[in-house]
């Protein structure tokens, strides 16, 4: 579980597809402290270690993570949001983050604000129903309020902090985002036999 409060802000170094995509991240993180297998979030995706070493991390992706995320999208240069599980006794200074993308988003507004960033994002109609206003969503990994809501389209405000630590402070209209619905909506909706199932 994670808390959508990234920790570094990472970049792609290295992409080999195969069965399975193999992504090597540079990271700040102390990697002699992470263990094979240890989950990270990368864009809110959670994927398990499988080789390290002085300032880097290498992930595989199976074909449903990319059917389902942004991985796809990445090359080397991409920034990555990351994010090391918390632990009991952290402070949970965003909200429980499971690192299931559920689906994924479009930007399509960027405007800037009194050195705020708001963002317009539109989910996938199966996902926008869990996203209420002033309720909590994750783009990219990111812990973020919603602002207010129309259809199927969102609205978040990034703080100038937040620009800096996560790579959505260069977010721009029609980047496609890993979005992942609050648990606790998905749920309420469920038990209210909502959900369509």
């Known amino acids: 579980m994670f808390t959508g409060i990234v920790t570094d802000l990472g970049k792609v170094r290295a992409i080999r597809d195969g069965t399975v995509r193999r992504l090597e991240i540079a990271t700040a993180y102390e990697t002699g402290d992470i263990a094979l297998g240890a989950s990270v979030a990368c864009n809110g995706c959670c994927l398990s270690v499988v080789e390290k070493g002085p300032g880097w991390l290498a992930f595989e992706a199976a074909q449903e993570t990319l059917a389902v995320t942004t991985l796809r999208d990445w090359q080397p240069g991409t920034e990555v949001n990351l994010e090391r599980p918390m632990k009991i006794g952290d402070e949970l200074g965003g909200h429980i983050v499971a690192g299931h993308v559920d689906g994924i988003g479009t930007v399509t507004r960027a405007v800037e604000d009194g050195g705020s960033l708001r963002l317009t994002v539109e989910a996938p109609e199966n996902l926008a129903k869990y996203i209420a206003s002033k309720g ?52 309420v909706a469920r038990l209210l036999g909502q959900d369509g199932k």
């Open 136 to 187: 909590s969503v994750t783009i990219d990994g990111v812990s973020l309020t919603v602002n207010e809501v129309a259809g199927n389209s969102f609205g978040v405000c990034l703080i100038p902090i937040t620009q800096e630590a996560t790579n959505l402070g260069r977010a721009r209209s029609g980047q496609r985002v890993n979005l992942e619905i609050d648990l606790i909506a998905r749920y």
